[in-house]
């Protein structure tokens, strides 16, 4: 592995709960089924979906009229300039936009953005184009300021933190709360969002009910009788 010694920026794809960063190497970089730079196999993304251009220090995203569009932070988009840690939606795949990648602790591989050749090939073309490397995940603490378990505060360095009444990561004692209520996915320090999974009594964000919305530290959520304050904290450097 080699440190970076210039800005380079990258994409991490995250996709069944696995993380994927993909340095963005090239003046286009192309996502889609089939022929592309990032290639995910996923019926609801488009054979040629959306494009990232370099354009001078900035890369801007642009949608290739795709069947089921493409997402910026929640929104449909058809070209819009990419700022850090934006997050981009693709079919069942989420990308988060990272402008530096020396933001990552440790080493990171070199890539040629994804590619690989389509020539016959040598042993060193077999070795994989795109790197999956452990990054230090950042911790969100949940505080529960009411409800049965009042006075509770539980800490998790997960990328997907299921909030309900059983089968989750936060499990509450709650008869309002389902039994799948809430979903907190971690996508970067900037990028957290808080999603209801079709809960019976709905999520609420600082008193407002939500379907998808992102978090910064300090918001309350609020799941049936209890409210749980959400605290975020950058990973810490090794």
């Known amino acids: 592995m080699a440190k970076l010694h210039h800005p380079h920026a990258g994409l991490l794809l995250i ?12 003046d286009v970089t192309t996502i889609g089924r089939k ?6 196999d996923d019926p609801k993304v488009s054979a040629r979906h959306a494009e990232v251009h370099r354009k001078g220090k900035t890369f801007v995203l642009i949608d290739l009229k795709s ?15 990419l700022t850090d840690q934006d997050v981009i939606e693709v079919g069942l795949s989420t990308l988060c936009y ?23 090939a040598t042993n060193a073309d077999r070795e994989p184009m795109t790197v999956s ?7 969100v ?3 529960i300021l009411s409800g049965p378990d009042e006075g509770k505060t539980i800490k998790f360095k997960k990328s997907h933190i299921t909030l309900g009444r059983s089968d989750a990561d936060l499990v509450l004692l709650d008869l309002d709360i389902s ?60």
């Open 67 to 81: 069947t089921n569009g493409t997402f910026l932070n929640r929104q449909s988009i058809s070209e819009v300039e």
């Open 141 to 143: 603490e949940l505080e």
């Open 35 to 40: 022929q592309a730079d990032i290639i995910l």
């Open 133 to 139: 490397k452990t990054l230090n995940q950042t911790t």
């Open 15 to 26: 996709r069944n709960r696995k993380q994927m960063m993909i340095p963005l190497t090239k």
């Open 179 to 238: 039994r799948s209520h809430s979903l907190i996915e971690v996508l970067g320090k900037n990028s957290v969002f808080v999603r209801d999974l079709n809960s019976t009594n709905g999520t609420l964000l600082n008193g407002k009910k939500i379907q998808s919305e992102k978090i910064k530290t300090g918001d309350v959520l609020t799941l049936g009788n209890t409210k749980v304050k959400v605290l975020i904290a950058a990973p810490e450097e090794e």
């Open 98 to 120: 990272f402008e530096d990648l020396r933001e990552f602790h440790g080493n990171i591989e070199e890539s040629n953005g994804g590619m690989r050749p389509k020539k016959e």
